[in-house]
């Protein structure tokens, strides 16, 4: 590992390979209890659909989920429409910003979640049976299946440390180490109501509202700042009929006809 560590340094010392890439090594979405997972054997084992994005109802997505060598960049759109009550949803990213040297990336919470709003910054748990190949001490995997995500950042971070230890054993406040992301929503919907929940991973920072922030900084492997932004909006809106009057539609119009017809009577008489 610590060849081919040397040998990717030297590569890009010469300009041979980008000095800024990215994987999304792993997700989980969930769904009011269903959690959704890529199909490869990185995925986390507390998950009920392993069908990816892609067999979650009514959700579109141009998130890059290519690995290796994607981005992970890019929006996750979920439209909820299951009728009246109380739901949720939440989505658990773990990008890898310079594999290189990922285990020396940290996090950062900005502003304040909006109501229902709920988040957490954490190295991938015990559950994870991915690339880490040891298993982790944090919670953020199963938190994101649960509904139960911590509102903490458990990967504070700084500058270059190389301290790879955030949640195995924490010697400071300010250790590094891989880090994952999870945002997450409770809402209410009504008769009529429909919920459209939207995940957004990008290069630039939000104008406004509440985000997270991913860290890659500068070391020997890395010359340049790496950031992503990772923020989520989730909105009510009425449900659209497609032109199709409601049943109360239907009898005001036939009301409307009848009392026309009367009176297109009484005048003709």
């Keep these: 590992m610590k060849r081919l ?3 990717f340094v030297g ?10 890439f990215a994987d999304l090594a792993d997700y989980s979405l969930n769904v009011n209890g269903t959690t959704y997972c890529p199909t490869t054997a990185g ?6 659909s392993f069908g990816g994005l892609a067999a979650v109802p009514s959700l579109s997505s141009s998130l890059d989920t290519t690995f290796p060598g994607g981005t992970g960049l890019g929006t996750v759109t979920l439209t909820y429409n299951p009728g009246p009550g109380s739901f949720f949803t939440s989505l658990w990213l773990f990008e890898n910003l310079f594999p290189a040297t990922a285990q020396n990336e940290f996090g950062v919470a900005v502003g304040s979640p909006q109501a229902g709003e709920s988040w957490q910054i954490d190295v991938p748990d015990a559950t994870y049976v991915g690339e880490l190949g040891v298993a982790g001490a944090g919670t953020i ?12 950042n458990f990967v504070p971070g700084g500058t270059d440390n190389f301290d790879a230890q955030c949640g195995l054993l924490v010697t400071d406040a300010t250790c590094n180490d891989y880090t994952s992301m999870a945002l997450g929503f409770n809402f209410v919907l009504g008769a009529g109501e429909k919920e459209i929940v939207t995940f957004r ?3 630039t920072a939000p104008a406004s509202g509440f985000y997270l922030r991913q860290v890659a900084p500068v070391d020997a492997a890395n010359d340049a700042e790496i950031d992503y932004f ?3 909006t ?17 009898v005001l119009v036939v009301t409307m006809g009848i009392l026309m017809l009367l009176f297109r009577r009484r005048l003709a008489a």
């Design 5 to 7: 560590l040397i040998l």
């Design 11 to 20: 590569l890009v010392a010469f300009g041979l390979v980008p000095a800024m």
């Design 43 to 48: 995925s986390p084992a507390l998950c009920s």
């Design 141 to 152: 995997v199963a938190n994101n299946a649960a509904n139960t995500l911590s509102n903490t």
């Design 201 to 203: 991973v990008s290069t």
């Design 230 to 232: 990772y923020s989520a």
């Design 234 to 250: 989730a909105v009510t809106v009425p449900i659209e009929t497609n032109g199709v009057p409601e049943p109360s539609t239907w």
